[in-house]
């Protein structure tokens, strides 16, 4: 699976930004979806993830009610929609997927996910 993100840019604080992730492959349904994110000098964290089937989905507390995840699979392409964005939300955000099926407290580590994309940048200004 090769994975493409796109959508981020420059936003003042309160605004909102729409993320997609799109990616190759015939198996694309099959795979579980994640976004995670990196500000400089820190470790990559998790944002949120969806199920192969759209039907679960799992936030970071960070996010929670703020992101909404969701997928495409007729486009093969997941989005995260961004909504009153803080600049604490200011980082490069990679999406990322696994062909596994691991619960959630499993899939907020970056070690479960086996492919990624080149990442985009999010800069919040306050």
């Known amino acids: 699976v090769q994975l493409q993100a796109s959508g981020g840019g420059l936003v003042q604080a309160g605004g909102s930004l729409r993320l997609s992730c799109s990616a190759s492959?015939?198996?694309?349904?099959?795979?579980?979806m994640g976004w995670f994110r990196q500000a400089p000098g820190k470790e990559r964290e998790f944002v949120a993830a969806?199920?192969?089937?759209?039907?679960?989905?799992y936030y970071a507390d960070s996010v929670k009610g703020r992101f909404t995840i969701s997928r495409d699979n007729g486009k093969n392409t997941v989005y995260l929609q961004m909504n009153s964005l803080k600049p604490e939300d200011t980082a490069m955000y990679y999406c990322?997927?696994?062909?596994?099926?691991?619960?959630?407290?499993?899939?907020?580590?970056?070690?479960?996910?086996?492919?990624w994309g080149q990442g985009t940048q999010v800069t919040v200004s306050s």
């Open positions: 492959g015939r198996t694309f349904s099959t795979y579980g």
């Open positions: 969806i199920r192969w089937s759209g039907g679960n989905t």
């Open positions: 990322a997927a696994t062909s596994q099926h691991r619960p959630p407290e499993v899939l907020i580590r970056v070690q479960s996910w086996s492919y």
